[in-house]
């Protein structure tokens, strides 16, 4: 219920209610003070009937005015009749709507799985979780393919993980805005795609080695480099397409980008 409240209501709805029916308490006990004021000096006893020294005297005031009669004169105009009270109350509570009660964490709550909550480990499993599609486990796994295939295989795995989960641009572009800071306290997420770069490198010597890669490449700048041919397009396609007049997430747009991409990743890693 908590994680449900945390996904699907914006943090400014409980500040919202905290701070309006805080306002509306103190606005009560101000008139019950302003009363006892008013009694003291015209020499009378005042509120103090309900509760003890006529503390619950608001209380009792609200429910009178929820419970009492709706009497409507005649010869009244209906609808402002009863419009009027709501009218005024409207334009008193919105007066408060200019405070900035939510501080500057609204901004990222949503594209950094639950920031409000303090525990390291869920946001790790959340992660781990968003990530598993991409993890090799066994680095021998590529050992009986040839390695220029087994590097286009891997090209166009990431391809497809990145088109399978647009939340994990949402993900990543957060966690920049953010500085890294949720990847750097965890311990969990630098192990989380490790295991790619020997597979890349397994792939990359043993090519070197067969005449069948370009030597001299460093498996985490390739790494990197298929990376972003396989994000940047994707978590800048709004902006540009506002840009360009043109769809980039369009499937055929998509398809020709896929197809140019990785014409280009196979002539840089064919030897020279």
């Known amino acids: ?8 209501i914006p943090p400014w709805v409980p500040i919202a209610f905290v701070v309006h029916f805080a306002i509306l308490g103190t606005v009560a006990y101000l008139i019950l ?9 015209q020499d ?20 009178k005015f929820i419970l009492k009669e709706d009497y409507r004169p005649r010869n009244v105009d209906k609808v402002l009749f009863t419009i009027a009270p709501a009218l005024m109350i409207t334009v008193v509570i919105i007066s408060i709507a200019v405070l900035p009660w939510g501080g500057t964490k609204q901004s990222v709550r949503r594209v950094t799985f639950a920031t409000q909550t303090n525990d390291a480990e869920q946001k790790a499993a959340a992660q781990a979780k968003l990530f598993s599609g991409a993890r090799v486990t066994d680095v021998r796994e590529v050992d009986h393919v040839d390695p220029f295939e087994g590097m286009m295989q891997l090209f166009e795995f ?17 966690e920049n805005l953010l500085g890294g800071r949720f990847l750097r306290g965890s311990s969990k997420a630098p192990l989380i795609t490790s295991p790619l770069l020997p597979l890349i490198e397994r792939l990359l010597r ?28 994707r978590s800048n396609a709004h902006t540009l397409s ?15 980008h896929k197809k140019m991409a990785t014409d280009v990743l196979s002539r840089f890693l064919r030897p020279r």
């Open 44 to 63: 009378r006893i005042g509120p103090n009937r309900v509760g003890p020294y006529g503390l619950f005297q608001p209380l009792a005031d609200g429910l």
């Open 206 to 233: 043993r090519g070197e080695r067969q005449g069948l890669l370009r030597g001299g490449l460093d498996p985490l700048h390739l790494y990197v480099v298929m990376v972003s041919l396989c994000y940047f397009h």
């Open 33 to 41: 003070l302003e009363r006892k004021i008013a009694s003291w000096t």
């Open 1 to 8: 219920m908590i994680d449900w409240i945390q996904t699907n």
């Open 242 to 256: 506002t840009i360009f007049a043109t769809d980039l997430l369009a499937p055929s747009w998509q398809a020709q």
């Open 158 to 174: 990431i391809q497809g993980h990145f088109a399978d989960h647009p939340e994990l641009i949402a993900l990543l572009s957060g």
